[in-house]
């Protein structure tokens, strides 16, 4: 189990949360969350990505954070603790991804009961509410050239492979996806990155977030 905080539990909590969470296995292109469900539990990835999105008239997604391993859905903890329905969509952004879930009355009594829990959830909360400020910031002061170099940046794993098409790197910036390939194809003769099916390896993101981006 790869919950943050569980070592620093009592043995008692730690025990019922070990026996209590449940293990969701998920792949790329499923949604797993829908806006207005009620959800059963806070949800801890732990393994690949997720994208929490909400859909404009046309239905086109405009994203409001990625989750990555070892992050919480801050979106799921308000729906716990405030007793309310999920807000937005949520769907599997990597190939493969294992979601932890936390049942909502054993969230609600380690958050009440458990120093460790309160301090994790004020903590996720805090740096949530900043990365949501800055993508704010990013859309009213930046061009849309170096909001596409910081979605890159931002979106990056490990390996520096987005498994990721040029329309659906448009649907997330809501602009056109002949705009995102023109700037990615300069991108790739600056050497930035390398282009491919479904595929854009950052080469250098020290120097794509040298480029004024926000990351």
Known sequence: ??????????????????????????????????KGQAVAGAYFVAEGSLRIYALDHNGNEKPIYQLIAGEICVFSINCVLGKVRYPAWVGVESDTALVQAIPAPLFRRLYETETAARD???NSLSQQMFDLMSQIEE??????????????????????VLKISHQEIAERLGTAREVVSRHLKSLEQQGLLKLGRMRVELLDPEALAAQGVLV
């Open 1 to 34: 189990m790869q919950i943050p905080f569980i070592q620093q539990l009592s043995v008692a909590s730690r025990q019922q949360l070990v026996s209590e969470v449940q293990s969701i296995a998920v792949k790329r292109g499923q949604t797993i969350i829908q």
């Open 120 to 122: 994790y959830v004020f």
């Open 139 to 160: 859309v009213s002061t930046q061009d849309l050239d170096s909001r596409i170099n910081s979605f890159l940046v931002r979106a990056c794993p490990e390996d520096g």
